[in-house]
């Protein structure tokens, strides 16, 4: 059973097209996240949602917006792609975290997006 | 703001030991991470210190102390495929969940 998925694996668009990304889990996790991976393997917080609520929202563009239907759902809406947002966008999710407490990520296995 | 230091890569031979180092400097502390990533792969859990100390975990430990700054991620009897990059996460709460800050990855390979 796959924990956390997205689709598609790999997107190639072209520039100023919009563009999804979804991704879902199956562990019951609260809290889940979108993280840019650029081709420095740089890996960047975008977003986090915490039982549907948007609790993260790192400085990015107004052209990303995240939705989540409901607590097991993240999908990401880029439009009007340019070619920096070229990179690998993993989706992760968690229990909903304690001051002090323990509560790991786990990834998804991550979309590589080309913007031409 | 967020800084957190590790080196770009390191190199080592199958069967030996190997430190990586990873230094930071955050406002709120709530946990380090370690994490493993294989090339084309997603990061996966290897460890977690939020008290001073060490973890052990089989082959893998992480050292923590939190007055200096300072981590470190030990892997002993290394293997071929070991060679993967390894990321240091400082983890803020923010409510709701922990924030992860990365830093940049150490690229480590195992050589014969």
């Known amino acids: 059973d796959t924990a956390v998925s997205q689709t598609p694996k790999y997107l190639v668009t072209q520039m100023g097209n919009d563009k999804s990304i979804k991704c879902e889990q199956n562990l019951g996790h609260d809290t889940m996240y979108w993280y840019k991976q650029d081709s420095k393997k740089f890996l960047k917080i975008m977003f986090s949602?915490?039982?549907?609520?948007?609790?993260i929202n790192e400085t990015v563009p107004n052209r990303f917006s995240p939705k989540s239907p409901d607590k097991a759902h993240l999908n990401l809406h880029i439009n009007s792609l340019e070619l920096g947002d070229s990179a690998v966008y993993f989706c992760a999710s968690s229990q909903a975290g304690t001051s002090g407490g323990y509560n790991e990520q786990f990834f998804g296995p991550g979309t590589r997006l080309t913007v031409l | 703001g967020q800084n957190i230091d590790q080196p770009t890569e390191m190199t080592a031979t199958e069967g030996a030991i190997v430190q990586i180092n990873c230094t930071y400097q955050?406002?709120?502390?709530?946990?380090l991470f370690w994490y493993q990533q294989h090339a084309g792969e997603a990061p996966t859990f290897l460890s977690y210190n939020v008290l001073d100390g060490l973890e052990e975990k089989g082959r893998f430990s992480s050292f923590l102390s939190r007055s200096k700054g300072y981590s470190y991620l030990l892997l002993k009897e290394l293997q071929m495929k070991d060679s993967a990059s390894y990321l240091c996460a400082v983890s803020l709460f923010t409510g709701g969940g922990n924030k992860l800050t990365f830093g940049t990855g150490t690229q480590l390979k195992v050589e014969l």
């Open positions: 955050t406002s709120g502390f709530n946990g």
């Open positions: 949602y915490n039982n549907k609520e948007l609790i």
